[in-house]
């Protein structure tokens, strides 16, 4: 992860957190914010600096697709599953839930389960699906350039991962373009950290 980012990140965390409480609760009478973008361009170190900022605003949880998605050819179907298990009942004021997938052991493991919180933060490659759009107070699209991504990719995951990161990035391609995500968000975020305008307001 680039320095310049790192540095960034935390005042970028907290005006999202201040924006996002600014706004109508939407999940049942609370918020949401979903922080979706391609692999590798800096959604999980958001989504941490976003729910450590949102401490001190009310209870809050970081949720990551990592552990929904059922395995590296399991992005097209997480979305209704997250909208059935984890949104549709948090909308209702209900604990919502999800299956851990075990990447170790490449199956579906135990359900997890969450009671409802005053900020969830869901960050990860389909996060932001429209099927629970309504449901989403802030959705925030992370982007970087093609080349940092896969370098962070590879970084984080080794050298022997290559080829299904690359499948993944096909993936994730037709599914973010078929779901408009970037054009749906309210947010916009350089993931390097380097631009002048690092947020950017839709």
């Known amino acids: 992860m680039s320095g310049s980012w790192e540095r960034r990140v935390g005042d970028i965390a907290e005006l999202l957190v201040w924006t996002t409480y600014g706004q109508q609760p939407t999940l049942g009478g609370r918020r949401l914010i979903c922080i979706d973008g391609p692999a590798g361009s800096g959604k999980t170190t958001l989504g941490r600096a976003v729910t450590e900022a949102a401490a001190e605003l009310g209870t809050s949880r970081l949720l ?3 552990n929904m ?3 590296w050819g399991g992005l097209s179907g997480v979305s209704e599953r997250v909208a059935r298990d984890l949104v549709s009942p948090l909308a209702e004021g209900r604990s919502g839930r999800y299956q851990r997938y075990d990447w170790h052991r490449g ?3 135990e359900w997890r389960t969450g009671a409802p919180v005053d ?7 389909a996060s932001g699906a429209a099927a629970y759009d309504e449901q989403n107070t802030t959705l925030v699209w992370v ?4 080349e940092l991504r896969i370098e962070r990719g590879i ?24 779901e408009r995500t970037r054009q749906r968000a309210d947010v916009l975020v350089d993931g390097t950290g ?3 305008q690092a947020v950017v307001f839709v």
């Open 64 to 66: 990551h697709m990592d």
């Open 69 to 71: 998605y059922e395995g």
């Open 107 to 109: 199956v579906l493991a």
């Open 119 to 125: 900020l969830l933060v869901l960050e990860g490659v």
């Open 143 to 146: 982007e970087a350039p093609r």
């Open 155 to 178: 970084r984080r995951d080794g050298e022997a991962v290559r080829p299904k990161w690359m499948a993944w990035m096909a993936d994730e391609e037709v599914v973010l373009k078929r």
């Open 194 to 196: 380097e631009s002048d």
